[in-house]
């Protein structure tokens, strides 16, 4: 049957010309999480990164949004691990893409996207009434647990209540809510977001301060 074994032949040698195109690596990474925190330039949340799939020892230029960031080195198995700071967003918040990119070798490369948001919070209207209800509405509270405003004079907290519970991987949060929840006395205040259980100065979780000044005119 030499018409069957010569078209064993050819697919045999068709297979071994696939297996030497076939690329040696096929890098891929850990999918990034959902969002990342911007308080201030130079203070951002780090990006953890895990990668595979590189030639051994090989140089890998990592680029945050077309940039050099490093160049990092595949351990003997391809891998690539480490963290860089996510990139400062001064408000709101947008998409920012992580590409892997094996020097030796450029097809080689992967990219990840993610977003990053600015942590901030807002009252609005401004100016109001203590017993007013406003608009609270902020982001970046990527922490867990419900967001909490914690009412402070003179250093002491006098009343902490909770405001929300962040929606979203960038934890948004927009509600109506009295301005104060009780009647304050005349004088400044701050009122120190966060998404801690206590009062505290310096909080482990992200935090945003407001001051509120209360006028004898607007106690009635």
């Known amino acids: 049957m030499p018409d069957l074994r010569s078209a064993v032949c050819a ?21 990034l ?11 951002t949340e780090p990006v953890s990164v895990s990668a595979a799939g590189f030639a051994p020892a090989a140089a890998v230029e990592v680029r945050i949004d077309g940039a ?15 963290a860089l700071a996510a990139p400062h967003q001064a408000r709101g918040q947008r998409w920012f893409t ?18 990053v948001t600015a942590l901030s919070v807002s009252v609005r209207p401004r100016s109001a009434r203590p017993d007013a209800r406003v608009r609270w509405s902020g982001r970046g ?11 402070v004079k003179h250093g002491t907290a ?8 962040p929606r979203g991987a960038c934890g948004r949060f927009s509600v109506r809510r009295r301005q104060f929840p009780f009647r304050p006395s005349v004088g400044a205040w701050t009122v120190q977001v966060d998404q ?9 979780s992200p ?9 004898r005119t607007q106690l009635g």
């Open 158 to 165: 006098r009343r902490t209540v909770r405001l929300a519970r």
């Open 98 to 115: 992580i590409e892997l990119i094996e020097r030796g070798d450029p097809a080689n490369a992967v990219r990840l996207r993610s977003r």
């Open 196 to 204: 801690s259980r206590r009062f505290s100065p310096a909080p482990d």
């Open 141 to 151: 509270f990527v922490d867990g647990g419900p967001v909490r405003a914690h009412y």
């Open 11 to 31: 697919l045999a040698a068709a297979i071994t010309l696939l297996t030497l195109a076939a690329p040696a690596h096929a890098a891929w990474a850990e999918p």
């Open 33 to 43: 999480k959902g969002c990342f925190l911007s308080v201030a330039p130079g203070q």
């Open 207 to 215: 935090f945003v301060s407001l001051p509120i000044t209360v006028r």
């Open 68 to 82: 050099t960031q490093t160049v990092a080195t595949a351990d003997m198995s391809g891998r690539v691990t480490g």
